[in-house]
């Protein structure tokens, strides 16, 4: 799943282990999501949306071959 985490993050000078501490995850956890390779709970999800003041659509977006 595609994301804008890494830019969303910068944008408010947060460092992956910050970001990490606010959403109660590793900072492992952090890196795999804004890499693509973890694709975050829906709980974790709405938790970043809300961080962000976004909606969950606006940061994430799901890969076409994911798509029914």
Same mark, same amino acid.
């Given at each position: 799943?595609? $994301?804008?985490? *890494?830019? %969303?993050? +910068? @944008?408010? $000078? %947060?460092?992956? +282990?910050? %970001?990490? @501490? /606010? /959403? ?7 890196? +795999?999501?804004?890499?693509? *390779? ?8 709405? *938790?970043? +949306? *809300? %961080?962000?003041? /976004? ?10 071959? @994911?798509?029914?």
């Amino acid at each position: 799943m595609k $994301n804008q985490i *890494k830019v %969303l993050r +910068a @944008q408010k $000078n %947060l460092t992956q +282990a910050d %970001l990490a @501490q /606010l /959403l109660d995850v590793s900072r492992q956890t952090v890196n +795999a999501i804004e890499k693509g *390779k973890y694709d975050p709970s829906l709980p974790l999800a709405f *938790k970043l +949306a *809300k %961080l962000f003041e /976004l909606p969950i659509e606006a940061i994430f977006e799901a890969d076409e071959s @994911q798509i029914i």
